[in-house]
């Protein structure tokens, strides 16, 4: 399944172009991003990345997820703002 996780891990080495230091940044051992992103790929049935010999770049399919998850990435964070503010404007006719 698609977490917000495997999500992060995804962009996270797509802009490191290296999943070591992509799971320095994150805070995660290497094997935990690898498994992320080797589930993304089985999930969605394609190689996201294109390996190479200490390096790793994104595929096309890879390019149009990397777009995605910005998007649901941004998306989600918009919706934990404002349900946190606290005020809720009501729409529609009273």
């Known amino acids: 399944m698609v977490t917000l996780d495997r999500l992060r891990y995804f962009i ?3 802009t490191t172009e290296h999943v070591g230091n992509a799971a320095k940044l994150l805070a995660v051992s290497p094997s935990v991003v690898s498994a992320a992103i080797r589930e ?3 999930e969605f049935g394609c190689e996201l990345f294109i390996r190479e010999k ?3 770049k994104l595929s096309d399919r890879g390019e149009i997820l990397l ?3 910005k998007e649901i990435l941004n998306d989600t964070q918009r ?3 404002e349900l946190s503010a ?3 404007k009501l729409k529609g006719h009273y």
């Open 40 to 42: 993304l790929e089985e």
């Open 12 to 14: 996270e080495v797509a």
């Open 79 to 81: 919706l934990y703002t």
């Open 54 to 56: 200490q390096r790793i």
């Open 86 to 88: 606290g005020e809720i």
């Open 67 to 69: 777009e995605k998850a």
